[in-house]
Every structure is written in structure tokens, then in C-alpha cells.
């Protein structure tokens, strides 16, 4: 684990936010700082496919020999998702700080720069009717996460899970004045990216082959 990351969270204060969470109360054989960090090192650096493999993890990163059972307790309790909720916040606060001062001034006219895209993942077969998939032999169910991702914030600011074979069209973004956003080819959509710069939304995006636009100007060059 990144010493920088964990130079952001003290022992005392990943407890002071469970407790203000009501997560954990009282430190026992589990401690918060511990469980954080272990599920940290190990969704990042491991495929984790079954609750089992960070029990076991856990288990040889604390030393402790940690009942399943008490394990699957901590992890279902609902104030679970609201610690590592603000574990996260203020992770993103304290980047935000961090990565302001290093966004080169050319941007400065710019209020957000924003990344969309959508990424497609195959899931458990069973859900073929809810979530289809578009390669129905190799994944008869998919869902496809779009999003929204701020440079300035370094926070999400939207993300919505879907059908792998729904659009991802459906999921463009609104423009807004002074925010540029920056697409892949995926999403040359003419009538939707008029339609951002006419509320004064700026974007960049790759274009197809086909594309014919009409060229207003060239800045720098030769």
C-alpha cells in the first residue's frame, strides 16, 4: 500500500470516523483501520470473487484468527456502506487540494473538465433477462457503467449501471457553460454535441472517418 495513501488516514482517525458513523463503537478483534486497509490492499491488487477470499486475506493481514461469521457480520452491517462512504469523501477532499494547484494554467478557462465514457462487464448468467448482453454467447448477461469523471474534482459526478445493450447515447451528458467535456469516438453525436455548445459547453471528442466538418480556424500551427 501507497505510504502516501495511508499518510492521509491515521489509525485514530479511520475510528473516529467509524464511530461517527456508528460502524463500530468499541474496537474488538476487528478493527476498523485494519479491515479498511486490508479490503483496500486487496480489491486493488487481487481478483476477489467470493466474500471467503477477504475473509482469508483479513484474517493473514491482521494476524487474527477471525471467525467467517463475525467477518460477514462487520461487512453486512448497513453503516458499513456510510464509513467507507466517508472514508472516500474525504479521500476525494484531500486530493481535490492535492491536484489543484497541478492543473496546468492553459485549462484555467475552463470551470470543470470532464471524462465520459462506459465500460461493459460480464456477469453472472442468471441475469441474462434483466441485464442482456450484447455478445450473447460469451456473455448472455453484461451491464455496461457509465460515467461522468471531474479533473478538477477528481470525484464522479454521475454514474448509472444498464443493460449492456441499452445506448450509451442515452447517457450523454447535459453541456453547461464553461465545462469541457472529452469523449472517446463512441459518442460523435452531432445533434448532442450541437447541442452542447450552444448552452456554451466546449468538448473534445475523436471523429469518425466520415466525419465532414466545416473548419472555422486554426490556432497554432504552421
Same mark, same amino acid.
Given at each position: 500500500?501507497?505510504?502516501?495513501?495511508?499518510?492521509?488516514?491515521?489509525?485514530?482517525?479511520?475510528?473516529?470516523?467509524?464511530?461517527?458513523?456508528?460502524?463500530?463503537?468499541?474496537?474488538? %478483534?476487528?478493527?476498523?483501520?485494519? *479491515?479498511?486497509?486490508?479490503? $483496500?490492499?486487496?480489491? +486493488?491488487?487481487?481478483?476477489? #470473487?467470493?466474500? @471467503?477470499?477477504?475473509?482469508?486475506?483479513?484474517?493473514?493481514?491482521?494476524?487474527?484468527?477471525?471467525?467467517?461469521?463475525?467477518?460477514?457480520?462487520?461487512?453486512?452491517?448497513?453503516?458499513?456502506?456510510?464509513?467507507?462512504?466517508?472514508?472516500?469523501?474525504?479521500?476525494?477532499?484531500?486530493?481535490?487540494?492535492?491536484?489543484?494547484?497541478?492543473?496546468?494554467?492553459?485549462?484555467?478557462?475552463?470551470?470543470?473538465?470532464?471524462?465520459?465514457?462506459?465500460?461493459?462487464?460480464?456477469? %453472472?448468467?442468471?441475469?441474462?433477462? *434483466?441485464?442482456?448482453?450484447? $455478445?450473447?454467447?460469451? +456473455?448472455?448477461?453484461?451491464? #455496461?457503467?457509465? @460515467?461522468?469523471?471531474?479533473?478538477?474534482?477528481?470525484?464522479?459526478?454521475?454514474?448509472?449501471?444498464?443493460?449492456?445493450?441499452?445506448?450509451?447515447?442515452?447517457?450523454?451528458?447535459?453541456?453547461?457553460?464553461?465545462?469541457?467535456?472529452?469523449?472517446?469516438?463512441?459518442?460523435?453525436?452531432?445533434?448532442?454535441?450541437?447541442?452542447?455548445?450552444?448552452?456554451?459547453?466546449?468538448?473534445?471528442?475523436?471523429?469518425?472517418?466520415?466525419?465532414?466538418?466545416?473548419?472555422?480556424?486554426?490556432?497554432?500551427?504552421?
Amino acid at each position: 500500500i501507497s505510504q502516501k495513501l495511508k499518510s492521509h488516514f491515521s489509525k485514530e482517525r479511520i475510528r473516529q470516523l467509524a464511530a461517527e458513523t456508528n460502524f463500530m463503537k468499541r474496537c474488538r %478483534n476487528i478493527k476498523p483501520e485494519q *479491515l479498511f486497509w486490508s479490503l $483496500f490492499q486487496n480489491f +486493488s491488487s487481487h481478483q476477489v #470473487e467470493q466474500l @471467503a477470499d477477504l475473509h482469508r486475506a483479513f484474517a493473514q493481514d491482521s494476524g487474527q484468527n477471525v471467525s467467517y461469521s463475525a467477518f460477514y457480520d462487520q461487512l453486512s452491517k448497513p453503516p458499513f456502506f456510510q464509513f467507507m462512504t466517508a472514508i472516500y469523501q474525504e479521500l476525494v477532499s484531500q486530493l481535490y487540494i492535492e491536484q489543484q494547484a497541478k492543473i496546468p494554467s492553459v485549462f484555467s478557462r475552463f470551470k470543470d473538465i470532464r471524462l465520459h465514457d462506459g465500460s461493459s462487464w460480464a456477469i %453472472n448468467s442468471l441475469l441474462k433477462e *434483466l441485464y442482456p448482453g450484447r $455478445f450473447t454467447k460469451v +456473455s448472455p448477461a453484461a451491464i #455496461e457503467i457509465h @460515467a461522468t469523471y471531474s479533473l478538477v474534482t477528481m470525484a464522479y459526478q454521475n454514474v448509472v449501471i444498464t443493460a449492456d445493450t441499452q445506448s450509451e447515447h442515452d447517457f450523454f451528458p447535459d453541456g453547461e457553460p464553461g465545462v469541457l467535456h472529452i469523449f472517446d469516438r463512441g459518442y460523435v453525436n452531432l445533434a448532442k454535441l450541437e447541442a452542447m455548445g450552444a448552452v456554451g459547453g466546449h468538448y473534445l471528442v475523436r471523429s469518425k472517418e466520415n466525419c465532414n466538418p466545416m473548419i472555422r480556424g486554426i490556432v497554432g500551427g504552421s
